[in-house]
């Protein structure tokens, strides 16, 4: 699927939503490419607009979501707005 400028049609999961822990707002972003079945990217934005996105796909955008809670749970809040994780890249 692609829209009218030849993007391919993005779609994201209804459990993308902003998460709130020890005074830090990120917001999660679950998406893929609508259409084609492929895995579900997991991408986390700080409020300044620092991007970190997981080198991996995942099978269902559920697993994408408990992996944004096992590395919040692991790592902490503040790590995902100050420092890129080890295996994913910061954009």
């Not at 009218?4 to 707002?25: A, F, K, M, Q």
């Not at 579900?40 to 607009?49: H, Q």
């Not at 970190?52 to 979501?65: C, E, M, N, P, S």
């Not at 590395?71 to 790590?79: K, N, T, V």
């Given at each position: 699927?692609?829209n009218?400028?030849?993007?391919?049609?993005?779609?994201?999961?209804?459990?993308?939503?902003?998460?709130?822990?020890?005074?830090?707002?990120v917001?999660?972003e679950?998406?893929?490419?609508?259409?084609?079945?492929?895995g579900?990217?997991?991408?986390?934005?700080?409020?300044?607009?620092a991007?970190?996105?997981?080198?991996?796909?995942?099978?269902?955008?559920?697993?994408?979501?408990?992996?944004f809670?096992?590395?919040?749970?692991?790592?902490?809040?503040?790590?995902m707005?100050?420092?890129p994780?080890?295996?994913?890249?910061r954009?």
């Open positions: 699927m692609v009218h400028n030849n993007n391919p049609e993005i779609e994201s999961s209804p459990l993308c939503g902003s998460v709130t822990r020890d005074g830090i707002t917001r999660v679950i998406y893929r490419i609508a259409g084609r079945g492929e579900w990217a997991l991408e986390v934005i700080d409020g300044e607009g991007s970190t996105v997981w080198d991996d796909t995942f099978a269902d955008d559920q697993d994408a979501y408990d992996e809670y096992r590395a919040l749970e692991l790592e902490g809040m503040r790590s707005s100050n420092r994780f080890p295996s994913r890249s954009a």
